[in-house]
């Protein structure tokens, strides 16, 4: 089964499948994935037409450099039909939306396999990303977020979760929801994909940046936008900036001069830094690092 590193995903653009001019335009987005969608983005007279494009549009999409995702629907005879098409063309992973259970994501996986084998494509080459759209999928989404190794990351669909429970999808409602997200994916070993605001502020980018940069904070690893303009915005926020790289060898340098000395802690740049702070530290350049690989 599937034993590579989890993928760096800092920004994740969604494409309408069925609207070549904008597959085109998905060539110089500089995302780190794209995702062909053929669930809310295609209209229910095309999605036939959508799902036969991504033959063409995966293999070209991958050929650049993009990690290539479909978004397939949830009902069971169109998901099927969109799995089989995204694993003959390569993808390499599939986003499900409005995922019910543990069990649901078991069954996807089997299928996932079946297909695998028929195409003679590696077991495990599909990775998946749930998307938690529903109250009764929240509350086992930790067993959702354990289901099979496929599994890369973790989402919350804000609307429909909103709707679900009636409440509103602003921020401030969704804070708590997408925070215990966070926690679940990261207990679980995978990525809490996410922003702690909508995906649909499209004229004001600092608010967006303003948004993205909050869910650095919060501990997401990357997210998904709807604007190619938006994508340059996550890329940034989702990489340590120069400042927070230079700053963590720095502190990394004086930690292992304090080791030196027999010494656990240390002051450094006005503040005491003990074991988690240097944890934090060698993470950063770590991130850093994966970021630099994913850039041209």
Known sequence: MFSSPLPVWRSLLYVPAHVPRYVAKAEVCGADAVIL?????????????????????????????????VRVNGPL????ADLRAAVLAGAAG???????GAAHLEAIDEQLGLLEDACGAPLGQTRIIAIIETPRAFEVMSDIARASPRIAALMLGGGDFALSCDSRASAEVLRVPKQLLVIAARAAGILPLGL??????????DAFERAAQQSVDMGFAGATCIHPAQVAVLNRAFMPSADEVADASALLAAFDAARAEGRGALRFDGRMVDAPGVTRARRVLARHAASQRRMP
């Open 94 to 100: 599939v986003v499900l939306p409005k995922v019910r």
């Open 196 to 205: 702690t605001g909508g995906l649909d502020v499209l004229d004001d980018l």
């Open 37 to 69: 969608d053929l669930e809310d983005g295609v209209p229910p007279e095309q999605k036939a037409q959508a799902r036969g494009g991504l033959a063409e549009a995966i293999p070209r999409l991958a050929r650049i450099g993009y990690d290539v995702l």
């Open 77 to 80: 005879e169109p998901m099927a």
